[in-house]
Nanobody
Framework: LQLVESGGGLVQPGGSLRLSCAASGLSLDYYATTWFRQAPGKEREAVACVSTANGTLDFGAAVKGRFTISRSIAENTVYLQMNNLTPEDTATYYC?????????????????WGQGIQVTVSS
């Protein structure tokens, strides 16, 4: 499975971005797919996950109500809609997948990773 992220960039506080994670090789229907992010000097953290067994899950109070994960099996793509962005959301965002129906918050449980994409929130 190969993953390619797109949609990042520079946005002003309060703005929105939609990240895409396009998969090739196998269907994401068989995978739990999670968006992680890592800010400079901080550990990588799970943001949201989508899987056949769990549906969609948000991880962390910081993104609840602002970030929405979704999946298109037909397009074999996972999306992360990010609204009302703040400077604290600035990070490199990664898409990761694991060959399992259930989500996990641990990056060690994922064996397929995208290259990462930068999101910068600044005025």
């Amino acid at each position: 499975l190969q993953l390619v992220e797109s949609g990042g960039g520079l946005v002003q506080p309060g703005g929105s971005l939609r990240l895409s994670c396009a998969a090739s090789g196998l269907s994401l229907d068989y995978y739990a797919t999670t968006w992680f992010r890592q800010a400079p000097g901080k550990e990588r953290e799970a943001v949201a996950c989508v899987s056949t067994a769990n549906g969609t899950l948000d991880f962390g109070a910081a993104v609840k109500g602002r970030f929405t994960i979704s999946r298109s099996i037909a397009e074999n793509t996972v999306y992360l809609q990010m609204n009302n962005l703040t400077p604290e959301d600035t990070a490199t965002y990664y898409c990761a997948a694991r060959w399992y129906y259930y989500c996990s918050v641990s990056s060690r449980d994922y064996d397929s990773w995208g290259q990462g994409i930068q999101v910068t929130v600044s005025s």
